[in-house]
């Protein structure tokens, strides 16, 4: 199981490349075109299932995806979702403690789960004629999860050890901790998915089951079906698994606190002797998909393939071929989210140079681009490399599967996955920049310094370039 704590550049190396497929594919096509033709249907107890049909081979990628994530948690409470996908493989009257996985393995499938901020997630990747057995267990644990503290109370240690393991012992870990408790100073995103140890040792086995009951039921729940099966073979399957589960009448609104307005930058620096390499990063607040000025989400994915898309874009033409300021240099936008989304930039420094070289570096083509701003020419060329992507979307077996149930659980729906390209490719120029003045030109960024223990102090980079003004923005675990 895993937990999605950190920006899309740093998540687990399975995930990013399905991601990679998915969302990347969710680009230009001509007009009108349309990305995985799903079918989709909706079964009586509420629970919306989609199908993307992709005969390739006699297998499928089986996803249940929960409306629910480590943002939805009572505060005090922090790391709970992730801790119940934990439990959900401990067993129900049916199936002893972790028989879910052995039993999906003795059919020759891979399960696993992971959790993020706005939602949680099981699959599996089994053949077709296996199908109907995955969907009657997840089925079962979806309403029969059995949980006393004799279980509940060792996997909180596993918890624990996963959150030593993976935050605590990694320092690269530690600084997007602390990066995002200082950017969502109100909003549950600045609380990481994992949780903050303290709270976690206090979980109870009484927690976790007033959780698992409020929000897992069929209505607060997705289906999506990737691979050899259409929506007339699945729904007989659905209706007699899924189906027979009555639906929860007290699904919770998931209502959230409103980020306030921020002022100033802020900046942390780390120093660890695990470090052997260091590191600068900036993150910004960003329109989603679904919060803020959604408006400008297509253009800032053009921007993103315009600044960082390969070696001929403008960051790493710059930093690393021209100046060999920077060994690398990475800019991401993560747009995934119900509410605000984020925009990072980081570089590593070359040898002999430090990062406030890299800082002064970057932040004067941030600046170029906000005064100068983009070319026809860059921009076509960001939808040829987006199309370019889009070409093996179908052929993926479980990339489509998650983009729908990313998609869905944050606010989408079928229709604007599969309008994706249209959008794209309505983008102009203007956009663009406008996109660039609105996140970029915002002042109230956080960055953060990673360097070896015996490493000075980094001297304070020479501040960029006057931006021009930019609009106001009103208030995208460990392995089982």
């Known amino acids: ?34 990305v995985f033709d799903p079918e989709t249907f909706t079964l009586k107890n509420g629970m919306q299932v989609v ?51 052995r039993t999906v393995a003795r059919n020759g499938g891979r399960d696993n789960a992971f959790t993020a901020y706005d939602y949680t997630a099981y699959f599996e990747n089994i053949a077709r004629d296996r199908l109907e057995l995955v969907m009657g267990m997840e089925a079962d644990r979806m309403v029969n999860l059995r949980l006393t503290d004799d279980i509940v109370v060792p996997e909180r240690k596993v918890i624990q050890e996963e959150r030593r393991q993976r935050t605590e012992n990694e320092p690269a870990s530690r600084l997007y901790e602390q990066l995002y408790s200082l950017l969502f100073v ?33 209505n607060n729940a997705i289906l999506v079906v990737a691979g050899d099966i259409t929506a007339a073979e699945l729904k007989p399957l659905a209706e007699k698994t899924y189906g027979k589960i009555k639906p929860s009448k007290d699904i919770p609104a998931r209502v959230r606190v409103t980020e306030p307005p921020t002022e100033g930058a802020r900046r942390i620096t780390l120093t660890d002797d695990q470090v052997r390499q260091p590191n600068w990063m900036r993150i910004w607040k960003a329109p989603s998909y679904s919060a803020g000025e959604k408006q400008y989400a297509s253009a800032l994915e053009v921007l993103e393939s315009i600044l960082a898309d390969g070696a001929t874009s403008r960051l790493y033409k710059s930093l690393v071929v021209e100046q060999k300021i920077a060994a690398g240099v990475n800019l991401s936008y993560n747009p995934n989210a119900l509410d605000l989304g984020t925009l990072s930039v980081s570089a590593t420094p070359a040898p002999g140079q430090d990062v406030a070289a890299v800082e002064k570096a970057l932040d004067a083509e941030l600046a170029k681009l906000l005064s100068g701003g983009v070319t026809d020419a860059e921009v076509a060329s960001a939808k040829v490399r987006l199309r370019r992507d889009a070409v093996f979307a179908r052929d993926s077996l479980q990339g489509p599967a998650y983009a729908f149930g990313v998609a869905l659980t ?71």
């Open 1 to 34: 199981m895993t937990h999605d704590a950190r920006p899309v550049t740093q998540r687990r190396r399975w995930r990013a490349l399905v991601a990679g497929v998915a969302l990347s594919a969710l680009a230009v096509f001509p007009a009108a075109a349309r």
């Open 410 to 480: 944050t606010g989408q729906t079928v229709e604007d996955v599969e309008a994706w390209p249209d959008r794209i490719a309505a983008v102009t120029r203007e956009q663009v920049e406008q996109a660039a003045k609105l996140v970029l030109g915002q002042d109230n960024h956080v960055t953060g310094i990673l360097l070896p223990a015996a490493a000075p102090a980094p001297a304070q980079a020479a501040a960029p370039a006057a931006p021009p003004a930019a609009p106001t923005t009103p208030a995208k675990g460990g392995t089982k």
């Open 186 to 218: 109100h909003h549950p995103y600045g609380t990481p998915i994992i949780g903050w140890m303290h709270e976690i040792e206090k979980l109870t086995t009484q927690d976790a089951l007033d959780f698992y009951k409020r929000h897992y039921a069929p």
């Open 51 to 101: 199908v993307v049909n992709n005969p390739r081979a006699p297998v499928v990628s089986h996803m249940v995806w929960y409306k629910v994530g480590s943002a939805d948690e009572e505060p005090g409470k922090s790391g709970l979702a992730h801790y119940l996908e934990h439990l959900m493989f401990k067993g129900t009257a049916k199936m002893k403690p972790s028989e879910f996985s």
